[in-house]
């Protein structure tokens, strides 16, 4: 049974830095992509941040040079670090698995989903 767990998220002010951790059990594909996607509310579900399987990564314009996305193989743990960040990061914040080369408008294409940890920055 494949699971993808979320952990991190939390309240900081605008400038602050957070981490996000999804830690993955049950799953060993891998020439797939992994990726962080977040959903504020009334908005769509949009890709931040990708990592592939050649361990090339791309980011969203909007978090470019702010956020990193990384993995521990040996921890079987997606990363994302999330630096300087703004009041309009404010959203829930989920990790996935999909296709090679997955992108920002992959959301409906991935395969497994986390249940979310939800970011909330203050200005």
């Known amino acids: 049974q494949v699971q993808l767990v979320e952990s991190g998220g939390g309240s900081v002010q605008a400038g602050g830095s957070l981490r996000l951790s999804c830690a993955v059990s049950?799953?060993?594909?891998?020439?797939?992509?992994w990726g962080w996607f977040r959903q504020a509310p009334g908005k769509w579900r949009e890709g931040v941040a990708f990592?592939?399987?050649?361990?090339?990564?791309n980011y969203a314009e909007s978090v470019k040079g702010r956020f990193t996305i990384s993995q521990d193989n040996d921890k079987n743990t997606l990363y994302l670090q999330m630096n300087n960040l703004k009041p309009e990061d404010t959203a829930m914040y989920y990790c996935?698995?999909?296709?090679?080369?997955?992108?920002?408008?992959?959301?409906?294409?991935?395969?497994?989903w986390g249940k979310g940890t939800q970011v909330t920055v203050s200005s």
């Open positions: 996935a698995t999909g296709p090679a080369y997955s992108s920002f408008d992959s959301a409906k294409d991935m395969y497994y």
């Open positions: 049950g799953y060993s594909r891998n020439r797939d992509s």
């Open positions: 990592i592939y399987y050649d361990a090339s990564t």
